[in-house]
């Protein structure tokens, strides 16, 4: 028999969007998330707070916003961005809580000593089915309560071009052939059209056939570590979280924060639950995900500061009435020579985004900019990118409101509409509070810039 306390599974896709069935989406297929969701709880208004990998991954296993815990950008390379040392991660407190811990797949932080696990379990490259077959030891080996950081690799570009392909889209880890043990989904991409966000031309459709094949290669080992641990007699005593660290790999999505780069999956299970298959708009940030756990675990953080909530109050509230108002995003760096700062406010109606170098041009991580489908835009010389204008991503202005109940693409700024002055002046305070409250060092800008 499990031991009484939860086994808590954290489960991070790398740049998977809001898309598959029970995301409101007839492709990508997901049927094991989509099953996950029926048991459990679909956020609809989750969002990172860095649409960047490491900076985000940083948040979700800290509860502090990116520019709290040092973790500006990406940590790998020449990047070399890293958590303060005195930092105190989620892996360490459930560690001294009595927790075995084990990491496998994407680990992205930095240093080490401050995201230590007690074990790092063998990865598989893009084998999702053969990763989640790497847990089996851990999940069985004892009683005592476990938390497993699974942390896929799909649907992340690799950054190689797709030779047979006319278009040579940029591929998204797919092999020519299945892997062993697993069988690859293709999808024809003369069928598909990609999300509004993106242009319908040949390279952004090939290349969403490619992004859909990588999330549906996902979706088969979340079905397949589920599989175990109910084999392992695991799953009626375990929560289950599914999240992404940002949006798809695509421009206007990742790195930015419209919200195809930060309004993302997020699904809920747990045992004790008695409403299950719902959904619930309750605001959430990927800081709630350290205090979540944490009280799922029963363990005491009193005297820890997050800048997140447990949010397993609002778990089977659809709507929740005594919940927060409005979320805030802070985004940075991604590689050392992609600076552009934002500081977001986000409420259910607006968004109000602070591009604090907003005199530079937008700044491209270099898969983005390198990807089929923004270079066909330039070969081509595509004056629009799906919903707004090409000038319009990469010049922007010191402030962006968007009433997003009016406006879900985010295209209409009413930041100099004098109807909307006050509003601009009320997401000003409440961001400079934020900022106050959260020791950002970009605090300083409201005055000297």
């Known amino acids: 028999m499990s031991s009484a306390r939860l086994n808590i599974v954290l489960m991070v896709a790398d740049d998977h969007g809001l898309d598959g069935g029970c995301f409101g989406t007839a492709v990508p297929s997901t049927p094991n998330l989509d099953a996950l969701a029926t ?5 609809t208004q989750a969002f990172c707070t860095t ?21 500006f950008g990406h940590v790998h390379g020449t990047h070399h961005f ?17 927790y075995r811990t084990a990491r496998i797949g994407k680990y992205h932080h930095a240093p080490e000593k401050v995201f230590q696990f007690d074990k790092m379990l063998q990865a598989a490259g893009r084998n999702d089915v053969q990763m989640s077959e790497n847990c089996q030891g851990f999940i069985a080996e004892s009683d005592t309560p476990f938390f497993l950081y699974w942390c896929s690799m799909n649907p992340h570009r690799d950054g190689r071009t797709l030779d047979s392909h006319p278009c040579k889209p940029n591929r998204f880890g797919n092999p020519d052939e299945d892997f062993p043990g697993d069988q690859e989904q ?11 966000y993106l242009p ?11 992004y859909c094949q990588s999330v549906t290669r996902l979706d088969r080992g979340v079905g397949r570590l589920i599989d175990i641990l109910k084999k392992a007699g695991k799953y009626e005593n375990t929560v289950i979280i599914y999240i992404s660290d940002n949006g798809a790999a695509f421009p206007v999505a990742k790195t930015t924060l419209y919200d195809p780069g930060m309004n993302l999956p997020c699904i809920v299970r747990t045992p004790q639950q008695q409403r299950r298959g719902i959904t619930c708009d309750g605001l959430t940030t990927w800081t709630d995900i350290t205090p979540t756990i944490l009280d799922f675990a029963g363990v005491d953080a009193a005297d820890r500061e997050f800048h997140g909530d447990s949010i397993r109050p609002i778990l089977e509230q659809e709507h929740p009435q005594d919940w927060r108002e409005e979320i805030y995003a802070a985004h940075t760096f991604h590689e050392i020579t992609n600076y552009y700062p934002m500081r977001v406010v986000r409420s259910h109606k607006y968004k109000f985004i602070f591009n604090i170098a907003h005199g530079l ?5 270099s898969d983005l900019w390198r990807c089929a489908t923004w270079q066909g835009a330039r070969r081509d010389g595509l004056e629009t990118f799906g919903t707004r204008t090409v000038d319009a991503y990469l010049h922007r202005p010191r402030f962006e409101l968007f009433d997003l109940e009016n406006d879900p693409d985010e295209t209409v ?8 002055t006050a509003l601009v002046l009320e997401f000003c305070e409440k961001l400079q509070d934020f900022q106050a409250r959260t020791n950002d060092p970009w605090l300083h800008k409201w005055e000297y810039e």
């Open 361 to 365: 041009q937008y700044s491209f991580a």
């Open 186 to 196: 293709f999808y024809d991409d003369t069928t598909l059209t990609p999300p509004r």
């Open 413 to 420: 700024n009413l930041a100099d509409d004098p109807a909307h």
């Open 200 to 210: 319908n031309t040949p390279e952004a459709r090939a290349e969403w056939a490619q």
């Open 82 to 98: 890293s958590c303060y040392d005195d930092v105190v991660s989620l892996p360490v407190m459930l560690s001294q809580a009595g």
């Open 39 to 43: 048991e459990g709880v679909n956020f």
């Open 51 to 71: 649409a960047s990998c490491a900076a985000s991954r940083s948040v979700m296993l800290t509860g502090l916003q990116n520019h709290a815990n040092g973790t």
